[in-house]
């Protein structure tokens, strides 16, 4: 499958709900807690528990553990709750 598509369909533009300020808080970000979630990996602070495209830069985002998540905002300095 593209990366552009799903299921023969465009991937949607998600809302502004994903780009997240502050200590980012991943409990209200992984919904149905399997521990994956959808970054952008230029707009580290875009992140979705579903797949789509950046609202910032129209990207697909990118799954990632919530570990990598993490680790991903702290190298690019941001800030994380932890939980």
């Given at each position: 499958?593209?990366?552009?598509q799903?299921?023969?369909?465009?991937l949607?533009?998600?809302?502004?709900?994903?780009?997240?300020?502050?200590a980012?808080?991943?409990k209200?970000?992984d919904e149905?807690?399997?521990?994956i979630?959808?970054q952008?990996?230029?707009d580290?602070?875009?992140?979705?528990?579903?797949?789509g495209k950046?609202?910032?830069?129209?990207?697909t985002?990118k799954?990632?553990?919530?570990?990598?998540a993490?680790?991903?905002?702290?190298?690019n300095?941001f800030?994380v709750?932890d939980?």
């Amino acid at each position: 499958m593209d990366e552009g598509q799903m299921s023969g369909q465009e991937l949607p533009m998600l809302g502004e709900e994903v780009v997240h300020k502050g200590a980012i808080d991943f409990k209200s970000i992984d919904e149905n807690k399997d521990g994956i979630v959808y970054q952008d990996m230029m707009d580290w602070n875009v992140i979705s528990d579903k797949l789509g495209k950046c609202p910032v830069c129209k990207m697909t985002l990118k799954e990632v553990s919530i570990k990598q998540a993490k680790e991903n905002l702290v190298n690019n300095g941001f800030k994380v709750k932890d939980n």
